[in-house]
């Protein structure tokens, strides 16, 4: 079993409680816009770090983070994108490939929504934790954290940060 962490459209902001909420993980995911490589060097030191880049972040993050990353866990097959769109709107960059050969879990951010769908057309968990940054409209300050048990998905929580203000 591997337990995930998982953030996105942090913007330069790292929420300090997230070190507690995420102490139990194994690793943290990032769904983009990470905004300062100050975040993800905190967040490699902490823990095993995975994350792509999105599209407010700067040349040193695109460089040390893909725009697409794919990769298994376990044995589920993972796929983060910072603009991924949602089942039914997937974005026209990932359309093709997502159709031809879904993931089991597709991690998207970007919207400053939170939204765990899943998509029944393509057998595929979609996640997009929200925002845990302050740069945004969005009200509440989220993160996610879940467990990936071999295939299966288990114990996903929604963490409230806090208000943005």
């Known amino acids: ?84 769109g949602y089942p039914g709107n997937y974005d026209r960059t990932v359309r093709k490939e997502i159709i031809s050969n879904p993931p089991g879990l597709f991690i998207s951010g970007h919207s400053h929504i939170l939204k765990v769908l899943y998509d029944r057309k393509l057998n595929l968990l979609h996640i997009n934790p929200g925002a845990a940054g302050k740069a945004g409209l969005h009200k509440k300050r989220t993160a996610v954290r879940f467990t990936i048990d071999k295939k299966e998905i288990k114990d996903l929580e929604v963490i409230e940060l806090g208000e943005n203000s």
């Open 1 to 84: 079993m591997t337990r995930i962490g998982l953030i996105s459209d942090t913007h330069g902001y790292l929420d300090e409680r997230l070190y507690d909420y995420f102490k139990k993980c194994d690793e943290i995911w990032h769904a983009g816009d990470i905004g300062a490589l100050d975040i993800s060097e905190k967040l490699v030191q902490f823990r095993p770090f995975k994350a792509v880049c999105g599209n407010i972040d700067g040349p040193g993050i695109r460089a040390m983070y893909p725009e697409n990353n794919r990769f298994f866990c376990e044995e589920m097959d993972v796929w983060i994108k910072h603009i991924g």
